[in-house]
T-cell receptor
């Protein structure tokens, strides 16, 4: 079955600290992987995506993610968190071409303390 | 580029009335639009996939007679919640896929519509 797991429901970090949000997927074909961020009451903004090539992907706002096929993971990282990064983060997976559907994880809420 | 808008951003209605939500791709043509529903502190649940000029494809468990979707043009899809009830209160988000996009499966999301049914 196709699924995305975000093991951490809620993470709290201090401003300036490093961050890693976990994402594991189960997918039968070559996956397209995405990380989105959602601020309260807002839609989703794409942080970064992986389709192929270099497994370390750079995104906006200083975020990066690494695709590890052997671990079926696509973890999101940031070396130094800012207070404005507090939001909900969603990992999603989709097929290469056979379907347009995205499967979303349950999300990780990030709280940042000054 | 790749901006998607939704209107209204929030709506309050009485139980039994119908509400229409618009989703527009502002600077690109979208053959496919998607409608999601999000409950508080939960993930997005795909409701239906809307293709321009054809009937929408609904996910299992979604009532197509209650959630009417129309995709009449390459830049506009509408979701009408018919005979709304308090349990339909939710955050509705649309997304659109760029017809000419290099990334086949990339979707661009609207800002969402908060529906409250009294």
């Amino acid at each position: 079955a196709q699924s995305v797991t975000q093991p951490d429901i809620h993470i709290t970090v201090s401003e300036g600290a490093s961050l890693e949000l976990r994402c594991n997927y189960s997918y039968g074909a070559t996956p397209y992987l995405f990380w989105y961020v959602q601020s309260p009451g807002q839609g989703l903004q794409l942080l970064l995506k992986y389709f192929s090539g270099d497994t370390l992907v750079q995104g906006i706002k200083g975020f990066e993610a690494e695709f590890k096929r052997s671990q079926s993971s696509f973890n999101l990282r940031k070396p130094s968190v800012h207070w404005s990064d507090a939001a909900e983060y969603f990992c999603a997976v989709g097929a290469a071409r056979s379907t347009d559907k995205l499967i979303f994880g349950t999300g990780t809420r990030l709280q940042v303390f000054p | 580029g790749a901006v998607v808008s939704q209107h209204p951003s929030w709506v309050i209605c009485k139980s039994g009335t119908s509400v229409k939500i618009e989703c527009r791709s502002l600077d690109f043509q979208a053959t496919t639009m998607f409608w999601y529903r999000q409950f508080p502190k939960q993930s997005l649940m795909l409701m239906a996939t809307s293709n321009e000029g054809s009937k929408a494809t609904y996910e299992q468990g979604v009532e197509k007679d209650k959630f009417l979707i129309n995709h009449a043009s390459l830049t506009l899809s509408t979701l009408t919640v018919t005979s709304a009830h308090p349990e339909d209160s939710s955050f509705y988000i649309c997304s659109a896929r760029d017809l000419e996009g290099l990334s086949y499966n990339e979707q661009f999301f609207g800002p969402g519509t908060r529906l409250t049914v009294l």
